[in-house]
């Protein structure tokens, strides 16, 4: 390489810092910054009044799993965070599962649209995005609770003879959290079909497979890219949730960001809501590093 | 004892649309296509050639008409229970699947042992003369190369018939002459009737054992090569198939008397009323325009070819003919425009053709 050569590499290399300057400071400041001081945070000593104590203890990581017996001072296992952590994750990767099964005929049947109509499903796939997530919860409300749509429905059909209980419930969080996620799967589901080259499915049945089999061996496979980005989108925000949960779990069914919330407000115990959202970021990307080192590995060797 | 067709297709009708729009892609077609041999149907685009093709497949039923292989209704068979496969225009390999496992993909479906698959495949890759690239994913191939691989796919299953929907025409020019020779070579080691359909002619006439040609969702004419070449049945045949000249006359008995007043011996013709005169280019002869029988016309322009020269002739009433002729070793036609000729047809080589 000439000497001339190395200086504009130099030069490029200088100039492709400069112009990334403001979003790495941005970054700094509003990303790793916050992230740093909750992780200070965790370190130490829950305030009176909330806020906290300048002394390091470990007790805030410890009360992720652990309660103090308040009379015999010894460490035991916390039942209800177990809960709402099993909670949590079972309801998301329900809520993933449901999307998914929802979502993937309906971004085929989109994908498979004339170019005009598609845009047109696609469209009305986006309206909910244009209303309040906490409006669309309260919706959902209104559909499921004692007095709501559903159960009126049903009473008036003389399916059931009193309203189910489905407010409040684990499968209330279930129902809301799968709406409201559910083109967070779609679209990804859709970019991926719409790309899958449709002269396939031919190529497959000509050699002998069954439609089951064209599904399972041919469009799974090829759609996996979009399969993996939906479900990433509909599992992080699902075990994070935070309104869905609150409106339709009625404050009993806690999921993680619930209980995190309670923390920092009623429990006024900061270093325990801050060592729980960190162990929220590290269950999040442990299953995403799982997920997709599986997902990668399967496709090279599958 | 007459032998079992391959493939026959009975008053096969096809029509795609609804009322007014109806528009029939195979207007009561039959064709017996025989067991082992490389039959093409030939058209230009909009012919329905692939929609024939698709009905024999499976992806399509017919509006009307029986499809038969070997003898068995096939008619309202689906694609992946007919022991036929398919060579795609688009090649359609599976790009998740390495080349090895696209080509055992259709043996695998049809459940055989991991042992007999294996082997088959590598047997498959040995055809085509892929065997050092089993294991790379197919979009790391060539052209020429991906088409291979959808051959050996198609193959491998052993299907009765073997179905090539216009799998030469992504290829450039060199490699599709290689994979002409390479089909041809193919279908004589495993002997297993192909269907191959293509607009090419030259393709056609080249690979084939028998052609079909194809127009507006009707059969022109079904025969080998060079009965299809020599004896045109009708104007669209003779035209499509190679180039020709057209010369309307009147039948006279024994002969057609053209426009210029010159006779045409046809042996055999009788009646009278107009009739249309074919010859092929390369069978126009030029000769001295004194010589007795000789039809006088003017060279219009000469067109260089290489191996040869096209001459344009103009007749004396006005009507064009094209003489290809030999190109001499000088690179010096010998003729010059406007200069006068006679010329003659070789014998036999006029024929009257059906409008």
Known sequence: MSAAETAQDKASARNGWLLSTPALIILTLFAVGPLL??????????????????????????????????????????????TIFWRS????????????????????????????????????????????LLIRTYAINEVIRNEGLLNTLLLNLGLIN????????????FIGMAYVYLPLMVLPLFAAIDRFDMRLLEAGYDLYASRWNVLRRIIL?????????????????????????????????????????????????????????????????????????????????? | MTQVNAVEARNVVKAFGQGDNTVR?????????????????????????????????????????????????????????????????????????????????GLQMQGRPKKEVD????????????????????????GGQQQRVALARALAPKPKVLLLDEPLSALDLKLRKEMQIELKRLQTETGITFVFVTHDQEEALTMSDRIGVMSAGKLQQVGAPKDIYTRPVNRFVASFIGETNFLSA?????????????????????GSGSVTVTVRPEQVRLVDPAEAGAIAATVKTLVYFGTD?????????????????????????????????GLRFAAGAAQIVED
């Open chain 2, 119 to 142: 082997e088959t495949v590598a047997r498959m890759l040995a055809l085509v003369k892929l065997e050092p690239m089993a294991n790379r994913k197919t979009s790391q191939l060539s």
């Open chain 1, 89 to 132: 994750i079972k309801l998301s990767l329900l809520t993933t599962i449901l999307t998914f099964a929802v979502g993937f005929p309906t971004a085929w049947f989109i994908a498979t649209r004339p170019p005009k109509a598609r845009a047109l499903w696609l469209f009305l796939i986006t309206i909910p995005f244009w209303t309040n």
């Open chain 2, 25 to 105: 892609a195979l207007n009561d077609v039959s064709v017996e296509i025989r067991k082992g041999e490389f039959f093409t149907l030939l058209g230009p685009s909009g012919c329905g050639k692939t929609t024939l093709l698709r009905l024999i497949a499976g992806f399509e039923m017919p509006t009307s008409g029986t499809i038969l292989l070997e003898g068995a209704d096939i008619t309202y068979l689906p694609p992946n229970k007919r022991p036929v496969n398919t060579v795609f225009q688009s090649y359609a390999l599976f790009p998740h699947l390495s080349v090895a496992q696209n080509v055992g993909f």
């Open chain 1, 221 to 302: 496979p090829i759609t996996k890219p979009g399969i993996i980005a939906g479900s990433i989108l509909v599992f992080v925000p699902s075990l994070g949730a935070y309104v869905t949960p609150r409106v339709l779990g009625g404050g009993k069914q806690m999921m993680i960001g619930n209980f995190i919330e309670l923390q920092f407000g009623q429990g006024r115990n900061w270093p325990l809501g801050s060592a729980l959202s960190l162990m929220l970021l590290i269950i999040v990307t442990g299953a995403l590093l799982i997920y997709v080192r599986y997902a990668n590995g399967d496709s090279r060797h599958g």
């Open chain 1, 162 to 173: 009193e309203p189910i209980q489905i407010l409040y419930t684990d499968t209330a969080v």
């Open chain 2, 250 to 270: 009147t039948a006279e008995s024994g002969a057609a008397r053209l426009g210029t007043g010159d006779l045409v011996e046809l042996p055999g013709l009788t």
């Open chain 1, 37 to 82: 001081i909750v992780l200070v945070y965790s370190f130490l000593v829950p305030g009176k009044y909330g806020n906290i104590e300048w002394a390091f203890s470990l007790e805030g990581w410890r009360g992720i799993l652990f309660t103090k017996d308040i009379f015999t001072e010894q460490y035991q296992l916390a039942d209800a965070n177990v």
């Open chain 2, 309 to 341: 020269t096209h001459c344009h002739l103009a007749l004396k009433d006005g009507t064009e003919v094209v003489a290809r002729l030999q190109s001499p070793a000088t690179g010096e036609a010998g003729l010059a425009q406007g200069q006068s000729v």
